[in-house]
């Protein structure tokens, strides 16, 4: 018996981001796949034998991390992280997008930091990829209860295009790197999410200058992936 099964082969429900969805067995192995992949930046799948079945709650195991990256500026005191630091974990970011993309047809659909995670060797990994992205539809993805206010604006827009690609996690992680830069998130001063969203649509992004200490290239580079219109931004390759 293959040792990654975990329920029958006939359809079962899983619930993901919030929603039930009909899976079966070859869904979860897909799942099993990416973590047993060949790049050191996604999320190992952890289990020895079988997955956890119980009821219609599956259990997928994956391998410890020590934190994410929420988690470290919370605990930090929201001390901004250093610019060569950033630009490493950017570098990791977009190169697994890339892979997802190229090998596993998955785009992540929820770059936010409490998806990205440091194991306890300081590697940077990616999580919460794999049943969401492929068993979700991307329209029903994009309005679940994710993280709206990591989402790039033509994930807002009612009226833009449905199309998806990494473009729009580009749009997230340099939103991300933006926070880390300067220890809160671009946006926090605005009373609640509805107002992020708004201001997304409605103004310009939010950017880093050379005033606060930041080097050329960094400010460039974050420019490059905040770009409101999707067709002008930075892809991940």
Known sequence: MDDR???R??????????????????????????GYGDNGHVCNYACQGQNMAVKEKVMICM???????????RRSGNT????????KIAVIVLTTLVYLME?????????????ILLDWNGTVKLCDIGVSSKLMNPVRCQHGPRSPTYFAPERIDPNASPDH???????SLGIIMIELARGKYPYANLLN???????ILRSEPPVVNQSEGFSEEFVDFVSLLLQKEMERRQNSS
């Open 193 to 199: 999410e509805f107002h992020v969203l708004s201001e």
């Open 9 to 34: 082969d006939h359809a079962n429900i899983l619930r993901i981001i919030g929603e039930e969805v009909r899976a079966n067995v070859n869904d979860l192995k897909f799942v099993s796949e990416i």
């Open 80 to 87: 901004p992280v250093p610019e060569e630091i950033i630009g």
């Open 103 to 115: 090998k596993h047809n998955v785009v992540d659909w929820s770059v936010r930091p409490s998806n």
């Open 63 to 73: 391998e410890e991390a020590a934190a994410c990256l929420d988690r470290v500026l």
């Open 165 to 171: 690609d990494t473009r729009n996690n580009v749009w």
């Open 5 to 7: 099964k975990a329920v």
